[in-house]
């Protein structure tokens, strides 16, 4: 087993309870009316925006990253005592999106010096969003096909093109963009990536509403945008395995445990056991009544503790920050079947009572339910499909013969 070094690691877990009980403000405490989801929230309160700026500064919102760009800089190990100590009482991380988990980590392994201290610490402290200009109408697996055109203009490149399930586009300060910078070169070959300011000219994000009359994503047209050269992360032609590199941050995230209690698309409550005790009923023994239920709710927790358990063995073993391999794909396959699972075994459980889309016959809980299980079904999806990621696990991890181009 390592050594993390328990005193080091006690002192540490006294500091950060004595700084969180002294920073954040109870009125957010989870359950106290706290958006289970911050990048949920349109309009932040008071409370919540001063949470932000605390963490924001101390860095803890981000906490292994480096402290040069604003970072907590802790160990892997230290930002699992602030995890704990944060649960410990009801605390959320209100630092979070895409350039938290996608773009930044990213930014970290391939940006040049003069990118990282501008992006970064914004990022850091949680005062911009980023959103992924990645999927095109003809391009979704088969990411490589993006047609969107990126004209080398000696300072500047010109861009123009459309992308599309852009989470986030209309409220997004910034993009960072897969494009095409060599139409002659094979297809894998000639993509780069590029940061696209979402108020520059010419960038016109459009909301795609969907049938709950919410509008999560756009799609996103570039007409004769002008983008900095500076912009350019990475090699020209050379944005492929920065885009493979950002995925996995993106599969990580999207399969992790942590992610089981927060977030659109999992629903947090009542464990689904504890659920089926109250709608379905109990034996005389005090069992679930419903035997076949009972079968089917354990295999899923069962499955759902291997889940987190691995998921706490890769982060205990990891023994630097290097961040995620192929297994996110891994990762996320089980993650996002797992939340799927639960979501419908308790829509299932609430009967009657979980399908409402509202009104006073229905409780949040059960409203939320029914939404949570419609929702949880993209997680599959998004990110790279599941049967994407059965290629990745194919060729990179069992080693099987390539007959696919997988992200
Ligand atoms: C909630 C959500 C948010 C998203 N947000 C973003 C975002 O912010 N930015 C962004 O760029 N994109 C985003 N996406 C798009 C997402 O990355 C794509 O939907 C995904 O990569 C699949 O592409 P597609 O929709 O074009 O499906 P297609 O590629 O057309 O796939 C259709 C079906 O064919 C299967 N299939 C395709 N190729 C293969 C193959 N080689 N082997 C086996 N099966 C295959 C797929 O598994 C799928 O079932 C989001 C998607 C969702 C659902």
């Not at 109870?26 to 949470?51: C, I, N, T, V, Y």
């Not at 402290?67 to 800089?73: L, S």
Request: glycine share 12%; charged share 25%; net charge neutral.
């Amino acid at each position: 087993m390592p050594d993390f070094g328990a005193s080091e690691l006690d002192t540490f877990r006294a500091e950060a309870r004595a700084w969180l009980e002294a920073n954040f403000p109870p009125s957010l405490k989870r359950g106290a009316g706290a958006p289970a989801d911050p990048e949920a929230a349109q309009k932040p309160s008071a409370d919540a925006e001063l949470w932000r700026r605390r963490m924001g500064e101390k860095g803890w919102g981000t906490p292994t990253w480096p402290t040069e760009y604003g970072g907590g800089g802790l160990t892997p190990a230290e930002a699992r005592v602030l995890r704990d100590e944060m649960e410990r009482i009801g605390a959320y991380n209100p630092i979070g999106g895409m350039g938290v988990g996608m773009f930044g980590p990213t930014l970290l392994e391939y940006g040049n010096d003069e990118q990282l201290r501008r992006h970064i610490p914004p990022i850091v402290k949680g005062e911009l969003r980023w959103c992924q200009g990645f999927s095109e109408p003809g391009a979704g697996s088969d990411l490589a096909s993006l047609q969107t055109r990126a004209e080398d203009k000696g300072d500047h490149f010109l861009v123009n093109g459309q992308k599309i399930w852009t989470s986030g586009a209309h409220l997004a300060d910034w993009c960072f963009c897969l494009v095409r910078t060599d139409p002659k070169a094979k297809k894998h070959e000639g993509i780069s990536f590029l940061l696209i300011d979402m108020k520059t000219p010419g960038v016109e994000p459009r909301p795609i509403r969907l049938i709950n009359d919410t509008t999560p994503f756009c799609e996103t047209f570039f007409t004769d945008v002008r983008a900095p050269k500076e912009n350019l992360v990475g090699p020209l032609n050379g944005g492929w395995t920065i885009a493979k590199r950002l995925l996995q941050f993106e599969r990580q995230g999207i399969g992790s445990a942590q992610r089981a209690g927060q977030g659109p698309g999992v629903l947090s409550g009542p464990p689904v056991n504890e659920l089926a005790k109250t709608y379905v009923g109990v034996d005389e023994s005090g069992r679930l009544a419903d035997a076949d239920l009972r079968r089917r709710i354990t295999l899923h927790l069962m499955e759902a503790q291997a889940h987190a358990l691995t998921g706490e063995r890769i982060a205990l073993e990891a023994k630097s920050n290097r961040g995620p391999s192929a297994t996110s794909s891994i990762m996320k396959n089980a993650g996002t079947m797992i939340r799927k699972e639960r979501a419908e075994l308790a829509v299932e459980i609430l009967g009657h009572q979980g399908v409402g889309w509202g009104g006073e016959d229905f409780s949040d809980y059960e409203i939320n339910a029914m939404r949570v299980m419609l929702r949880s079904k993209s997680g599959t999806i998004a990110g790279g499909s599941q049967e994407v990621q059965n290629n990745i696990i194919a060729k990179r991890i069992l080693g099987l013969p390539d007959t696919t181009h997988s992200t």
